[in-house]
């Protein structure tokens, strides 16, 4: 079954400085996966995702996503830190064999401090 | 842009009624599913629905839940006899296909 591991429920930084929250994935198969962040008492939105081609991708607000094979993850990143990034991040995977469906991680909060 | 919409936005009911979360998906998407969150916690797969009938369905969508798309617009999920424990945010999502799918603000169901 296609899964999705955050190994930190929480992460910390400082504003201006860069960050990294871990995802790594279990897949059969060509993996396409999608980062998304929830702000407090709102819905999952969509920031980034890999399907194909380069192992970087870029999303909205900043974001980018590193998607490494052979250590089967895909971090998201961004250069620099704002406040407004405070939120909870979920990593999913598609399982393209059930129903299409999204996995999701456990998620990780990330704190961002001024 | 286009949304994914859910109504109502709170809903409060007695436990062991039953409730209707709806939701209008994204037009041209053709993958409907419903999702559900505890307390902010891990957002868990309910049901995806393809072609007008499930695809896919997870332990927790048992006899008490069911899915309809009455009107090729509209996408429901129906709770009978809810439980205390069914007190959750439900989420409608919407999707192309392997490409990204778009979730709605959710529904907060509170059974008391």
């Known amino acids: 079954a296609q899964s999705v591991a955050q190994p930190e429920d929480q992460v910390n930084v400082a504003e201006g400085n860069p960050l990294t929250v871990k995802c790594t994935y279990s897949?059969?198969?060509?993996?396409?996966l999608f980062w998304y962040v929830q702000y407090p008492n709102r819905g999952l939105q969509f920031l980034l995702k890999?399907?194909?081609?380069?192992?970087l991708v870029k999303g909205s607000y900043g974001f980018e996503a590193e998607f490494n094979k052979s250590q089967t993850s895909f971090h998201l990143k961004k250069p620099s830190a704002l406040v407004s990034d405070s939120a909870l991040y979920f990593c999913a995977v598609r399982d393209m064999q059930r129903g299409n469906k999204l996995v999701f991680g456990a998620g990780t909060i990330l704190r961002v401090k001024s | 842009e286009p949304e994914v919409t859910q109504t109502p936005s709170h809903q409060v009911t007695q436990m062991g009624q039953e409730v209707i979360l709806r939701c209008v998906p994204i037009?041209?998407?053709?993958?409907f599913y419903w999702y559900r969150q505890i307390l902010g916690q891990k957002v868990e797969f309910l049901v995806s629905f393809y072609n007008n009938e499930i695809s896919e369905k997870s332990e927790i969508f048992d006899d008490q839940f069911s899915v309809e798309r009455p009107d090729g617009s509209n996408f429901t999920l129906k709770i009978r006899s809810t439980k205390l424990e069914d007190s959750a945010m439900y989420f409608c999502?919407?999707?192309?296909?392997?490409?990204?799918?778009?979730f709605g603000q959710g529904t907060r169901l509170t059974v008391v």
């Open positions: 897949v059969s198969g060509n993996p396409y």
């Open positions: 037009s041209n998407h053709l993958y």
């Open positions: 999502a919407s999707s192309e296909a392997q490409l990204e799918a778009f």
């Open positions: 890999y399907i194909t081609g380069d192992n």
